[in-house]
C-alpha cells in the first residue's frame, strides 16, 4: 500500500519537524544545566570602570627588570616573582578562573617565604584557566595575567 502526502500536507509537516527541532535546542539551553550560560563577570560594568587602572599596573610590571615567570613542574604550576624584591614584602592575591565553569575558579593569598609560589596538581584542573596575579610591593600595586593551559 502506497502512502501518498499531498504537497500542502507535505509542506506542512516540513514546517512542523522544523519548529519541533528549533524547539528542542531552545529547551536544551534553556532548561538543562551542561549548557549554562552566564556572563563571564557577574559585575561586569564594575569592573570596565576598573580596566585602565589595570592596564597602568600591567604597564608597571612589564616596565620591571624581570616580571613573574610561570612554569608546569612535576608538583604543579610554580610561580616565580622577581629576585629584586624581597619576599616579605609581596603581598596580594593569586585569581584563577574558568571560563567554561565558574564555580571550580578560586583565588589564593599571597604570602611568600621565597620568590616562589608553588600551587600544587590538586587545586588544579586540566584545561584553560584565566591567571591574574595581583601583587603589591611598598604601596605599588602590579598586575601580571596570562591565559594558560595546564
Same mark, same amino acid.
Given at each position: *500500500?502506497?502512502? =501518498?502526502?499531498?504537497?500542502?500536507?507535505?509542506?506542512?509537516?516540513?514546517?512542523?519537524?522544523? *519548529?519541533?527541532?528549533?524547539?528542542?535546542?531552545?529547551?536544551?539551553?534553556?532548561?538543562?544545566?551542561?549548557?549554562?550560560?552566564?556572563?563571564?563577570?557577574?559585575?561586569?560594568?564594575?569592573?570596565? &570602570?576598573?580596566?585602565?587602572?589595570?592596564?597602568?599596573?600591567?604597564?608597571?610590571?612589564?616596565?620591571?627588570? #624581570? $616580571?613573574?615567570?610561570? !612554569?608546569?613542574?612535576?608538583?604543579?604550576?610554580?610561580?616565580?616573582?622577581?629576585?629584586?624584591?624581597?619576599? #616579605?614584602?609581596?603581598?596580594?592575591?593569586?585569581?584563577?578562573?574558568?571560563?567554561? $565553569?565558574?564555580?571550580?575558579?578560586?583565588?589564593?593569598?599571597?604570602?611568600?617565604?621565597?620568590?616562589?609560589? &608553588?600551587?600544587? $596538581?590538586? !587545586?588544579?584542573?586540566?584545561?584553560?584557566?584565566?591567571?591574574?596575579?595581583?601583587?603589591?610591593?611598598?604601596?605599588?600595586?602590579?598586575?601580571? =595575567?596570562?591565559? &594558560? *593551559?595546564?
Amino acid at each position: *500500500m502506497k502512502l =501518498k502526502i499531498s504537497w500542502p500536507t507535505a509542506i506542512v509537516l516540513s514546517i512542523v519537524a522544523f *519548529m519541533v527541532f528549533i524547539l528542542s535546542f531552545v529547551y536544551k539551553v534553556t532548561f538543562l544545566p551542561e549548557y549554562d550560560h552566564h556572563l563571564v563577570s557577574e559585575e561586569y560594568y564594575r569592573d570596565e &570602570l576598573n580596566y585602565q587602572k589595570e592596564i597602568d599596573e600591567e604597564n608597571k610590571g612589564i616596565a620591571l627588570a #624581570e $616580571n613573574i615567570l610561570i !612554569n608546569k613542574v612535576s608538583e604543579g604550576l610554580l610561580i616565580s616573582f622577581p629576585k629584586e624584591f624581597s619576599p #616579605e614584602e609581596i603581598t596580594g592575591t593569586i585569581s584563577f578562573k574558568r571560563l567554561a $565553569n565558574s564555580k571550580i575558579d578560586f583565588n589564593i593569598p599571597i604570602q611568600l617565604k621565597t620568590n616562589d609560589f &608553588l600551587i600544587k $596538581n590538586e !587545586n588544579l584542573i586540566t584545561g584553560r584557566w584565566d591567571l591574574k596575579i595581583e601583587w603589591i610591593v611598598k604601596e605599588n600595586t602590579y598586575l601580571f =595575567k596570562e591565559k &594558560l *593551559m595546564y
